[in-house]
């Protein structure tokens, strides 16, 4: 099955600086890709997602960018606020065949620091 | 629009005991997700459901786990008997159809005690 990997598992940055959260993913049939952001006591929340016919994709402050050839995508935050802090997850599907559960990455704990 | 609901919202109980929690999904949406986060770890997929049928239970621990969906709308899953490594948090999801966004509920945190 499909297997992702996400780095940092913390990543503490100064506010409005850049942050970015790098993911990869093992099988080369998986063609969605979302980011998850998750408050504490909440469920997660889609912020973007990409597929894998389109290399980057940007809305306002947050971009992502998808190399199928290296398997990973990464999340970009520009101008961090103190409300970006959360943890965020990477995920990818294999969609197709009706079956489209995520599969997750561990986690990033985003802190921005004022 | 209403999200996701689910309730309880916490839940503690002695191992070997039973547990159930229950999902309503945005109305209209067709698919239905179960999910299981394990602290500091990411959402895994338990179940999915497509209107009242299963679609994908390959990670549902059926010796214990069982789930179900009626008339195609609310969905409870249950655990009997609980194990400490269950102790977690449960999410529910649904989306309109396959292949799109899924939007998740606030979850139900399990203690096993």
Known sequence: GENVEQHPSTLSVQEGDSAVIKCTYSDSASNYFPWY???????????????SNVGEKKDQRIAVTLNKTAKH?????????????????????????????????KGTHLIIQP | EAGVAQSPRYKII??????????????????????????GQGPKLLIQFQNNGVVDDSQL?????????????????????????????????????????????????????
């Open chain 1, 37 to 51: 952001k998750q408050e504490l006591g909440k469920g997660p929340q889609l912020i973007i997602d990409i597929r």
């Open chain 1, 73 to 105: 995508f990464s999340l970009h935050i520009t101008e961090t606020q103190p409300e970006d802090s959360a943890v965020y997850f990477c995920a990818a599907i294999v969609s197709g065949g009706g079956a489209d559960g995520l599969t997750f990455g």
């Open chain 2, 14 to 39: 002695e191992k070997r005991q039973s547990v159930a929690f229950w999902c309503n999904p945005i109305s209209g949406h067709a698919t239905l997700y179960w999910y299981q986060q394990i602290l």
């Open chain 2, 61 to 113: 621990p059926k010796d214990r786990f069982s789930a179900e969906r009626l008339k195609g709308v609310d969905s409870t899953l249950k655990i009997q008997p609980a194990k400490l490594e269950d102790s977690a948090v449960y999410l529910c999801a649904s989306s309109l159809r396959s292949y799109n966004e899924q939007f998740f509920g606030p979850g139900t945190r399990l203690t096993v005690l």
